[in-house]
């Protein structure tokens, strides 16, 4: 973690307040990188890790590793401090005894390869590709969404749900700065990786959920929400978009509506239902993307043999600062 990215994070157990967290380095690297040590809040002493070099803010520590005891077991026995040690001993001990299903999108989950495949594989060379008739580029979706928005060279931009960091990594060649947010551990990783080979200074990224982010009000001119509103509740997260962002930015959210991905949706939304639900939250739509619904191609390698292909629709939006959530 880049040791300046310190000053943009608050803690998650009370943003109300909004305290920024204080670094403990415990392990660094030239002067600028954080690679293990804590982030803590100055208020309730409440403990982040920073752990391979990636800040892990989330709520319930203990909840998090349960579901990622191979990558637990991992941890443990590779950090190099006593304090990293004993913090991840004592979080092993809250955490329950029944028999917890891996995330999915940890490496050696269902959904790590298709979307490492999708975002850093020569897809020229794929075999399916090669043989289609039609001239398909799976790279279209980060293209059109990305080349769609204007540089703001003095802005900070927030990539939710940024997987393996590819349209993070595109933004900062438009942005000042830009933040990558992941659950999975495994994709803020590999999304570092490519940070750190393209030397992408003004790109950071750390592991958090949708649901409980590290930073201040009005801080961000634009939010990029892309295939996440499955996973997600969709109200929840345009109500947390409404908070972070400046008034009259924009919100970007690229979507397949597809819920069949092993969670439980009480609500689900087409193209017209979930533009109605934005314009609801506090957002006015773009006109020219108001009622004309998108179909930009995406494409997932499962397997050698097996491919998912969507259509995922567009929304470009503006926050109304007038409107009032409750």
């Known amino acids: ?10 803690c998650i157990k009370h943003c109300d307040k909004q305290y920024r967290l204080i670094l403990e380095n415990l ?4 002067g600028k990188e954080c690679i293990e040590g804590f982030l803590i809040c100055p208020n309730c ?10 800040a892990i803010i989330v709520n319930n ?10 990558m637990y077991g991992k941890w443990l026995l590779e950090c190099k401090t006593d304090s990293m040690k004993e913090f991840l001993k004592d979080s092993g001990r809250s955490v329950s005894t029944r028999l917890a299903e891996s995330d999915l999108y940890e490496d ?4 790590y390869f298709p979307y490492k495949w999708f975002q850093q594989e020569n897809h020229r060379e794929d075999r399916l590709i090669k043989s289609l008739k039609w001239n398909i580029n799976p790279d ?22 940024c997987a393996m960091g590819k349209s993070t990594i595109k933004l900062g060649k438009k942005y000042s700065f830009v933040i990558g947010v992941d659950l999975s551990f495994s994709f803020i990783k590999e999304a570092r990786k490519v940070m750190q080979q393209d030397l992408q200074g003004n790109v950071e990224f750390c592991v958090a959920d949708t649901s409980s982010l590290p930073f201040h009000r009005m801080k961000f001119d634009l939010v990029l929400v892309m295939n996440l509103i ?12 409404h908070k972070l962002l400046k008034p009259q930015c924009d919100v970007i959210i690229t979507d397949p509506y597809d819920y069949n991905r092993k969670r439980i949706i009480e609500d689900k939304y087409d193209a017209q239902s979930f533009r109605q639900l934005v314009e609801d939250n506090g957002f ?15 494409i997932l390698k499962i397997n050698e043999r097996v491919y998912l292909f969507y259509f995922v629709d567009f929304i470009r939006a503006k926050k109304l600062s007038k409107h009032k959530l409750f």
């Open 1 to 10: 973690m880049k040791i300046i990215f310190a000053k943009h994070l608050i």
């Open 27 to 30: 392990i660094e690297k030239d």
């Open 45 to 54: 002493n409440s403990k982040y890790p920073i752990i391979e070099g990636i």
């Open 61 to 70: 520590f203990p909840g998090y590793i349960e579901n990622r005891t191979e």
């Open 108 to 111: 050696g989950g269902i959904w």
């Open 140 to 161: 279209e979706l980060y293209d059109r969404v990305i080349n769609s928005i204007n540089p703001k060279f003095d802005g900070i931009a927030l990539d939710l749900g």
């Open 230 to 241: 499955e996973l997600v509740n969709p109200k929840e997260l345009l109500s947390t978009i």
């Open 284 to 298: 006015e739509i773009n006109p020219s993307n108001k009622k004309k619904e998108a179909f930009i191609p995406w």
